[in-house]
């Protein structure tokens, strides 16, 4: 199971730190992402990092203001999110797959396992 964590009300140019704790799923064999949804689109791919050599890849339009890191001490991958923008606001989901390769990494449907979500509202 994945459980996100960390979202919240930020006002436009603010940070904002999410979590992902795993249980029940051996972190070490996956890739971990973060997906967004905003209402009336798409799913959209943020992040995601390679457990196993913390490789990371971004979506284009986060690019150079989010990181996503990995604890491997308390199997938890992070999204640092800085300079927050309006366009920013989603409903974000944290997923994980154990046979993502780096041209599947962006596709949602390439992630076996799902947490519930954590809203992000960014709004002055």
């Known amino acids: 199971q994945l459980q996100a964590s960390g979202g919240g009300l930020v006002q436009p140019g603010g940070s904002l730190r999410l979590s992902c704790a795993a249980s029940?799923?051996?972190?070490?064999?996956?890739?971990m992402g973060w997906f967004r949804q905003a209402p009336g689109k798409e799913r959209e791919f943020v992040a995601a990092?390679?457990?196993?050599?913390?490789?990371?890849y971004y979506g284009d339009s986060v690019k150079g203001r989010f990181t996503v890191s990995r604890d491997n001490a308390k199997s938890t991958v992070k999204l640092q999110m800085n300079s927050l923008r309006p366009e920013d606001t989603a409903v974000y989901y944290c997923?994980?797959?154990?046979?993502?390769?780096?041209?599947?990494?962006?596709?949602?449907?390439?992630?076996?396992?799902w947490g519930q979500g954590t809203q992000v509202t960014v709004s002055s």
């Open positions: 029940g799923l051996s972190v070490n064999r996956n890739t």
């Open positions: 990092i390679k457990w196993t050599n913390g490789n990371a």
């Open positions: 997923s994980a797959g154990p046979r993502i390769i780096s041209t599947t990494v962006t596709w949602a449907s390439a992630y076996d396992y």
